[in-house]
T-cell receptor, first 118, second 114 residues
Framework: AQTVTQSQPEMSVQEAETVTLSCTYDTSENNYYLFWYKQPPSRQMILVIRQEAYKQQNATENRFSVNFQKAAKSFSLKISDSQLGDTAMYFCAFMKGGNTGTASKLTFGTGTRLQVTL | DAGVIQSPRHEVTEMGQEVTLRCKPISGHNSLFWYRQTMMRGLELLIYFNNNVPIDDSGMPEDRFSAKMPNASFSTLKIQPSEPRDSAVYFC????????????FGPGTRLTVT
């Protein structure tokens, strides 16, 4: 079974600064995907960024980037130029890669509550 | 395009009553997932379907929970009878079976059982 660990229950960052959220996972799979989801107070789950395990290049989406260390089973999220709208719960999630054309479930970490302050 | 649609958004019911949650996935998506979010257990998968067929229902808590997907555009999650410990936010998500596997979530249904 896969496990996802987020060791930072809460973090705070000032507007315009950079913050890094940590995530580690445990799996015996070689083919998998990793995700970061954002859940603002509206409770909507919003996909922030995705990383395929077979890709060495770290994924980037505008101000969001990841540091994927496959050997260490680490998948941290860096938010640059933090904005007030980034205030939310952030969940790291793991998905086992299935056979071609087969979707699979997400296993979530416990989340990190990020507060962006003025 | 409309996202995943869930109804109702809020449901308050008394213990012992039947509750039915509904989900319409994104058009063209052929995988559908039901998740539950609680303070104690976080986000956990209840069941998921590929092409309307249940693939993994190991997360369904007990026989009081059942889920169906009669066609590609509709799914239900039913709790009968409901209990206070079922109070949670229930999310439906959909994705394509192939490609990026990104799951898109609905707004969730907040269920309160008194």
């Amino acid at each position: 079974a896969q496990t996802v660990t987020q060791s930072q229950p809460e973090m705070s960052v000032q507007e315009a600064e950079t913050v890094t959220l940590s995530c580690t996972y445990d799996t015996s799979e070689n083919n998998y995907y990793l995700f970061w989801y954002k859940q603002p107070p509206s409770r909507q789950m919003i996909l922030v960024i995705r990383q395929e395990a077979y890709k060495q290049q770290n994924a980037t989406e505008n101000r969001f980037s990841v540091n994927f260390q496959k050997a260490a089973k680490s998948f941290s999220l860096k938010i640059s130029d933090s904005q007030l709208g980034d205030t939310a719960m952030y969940f790291c999630a793991f998905m086992k890669g299935g056979n071609t054309g087969t979707a699979s479930k997400l296993t979530f970490g416990t989340g990190t509550r990020l507060q962006v302050t003025l | 395009d409309a996202g995943v649609i869930q109804s109702p958004r809020h449901e308050v019911t008394e213990m012992g009553q039947e509750v039915t949650l509904r989900c319409k996935p994104i058009s063209g998506h052929n995988s559908l997932f039901w998740y539950r979010q609680t303070m104690m257990r976080g986000l956990e998968l209840l069941i998921y379907f590929n092409n309307n067929v249940p693939i993994d229902d190991s997360g369904m808590p007990e026989d009081r929970f059942s889920a169906k997907m009669p066609n590609a555009s509709f799914s239900t999650l039913k709790i009968q009878p409901s209990e206070p410990r079922d109070s949670a936010v229930y999310f439906c998500a959909s994705s394509l079976r192939t490609g990026s596997y990104e799951q898109y979530f609905g707004p969730g249904t907040r269920l309160t059982v008194t």
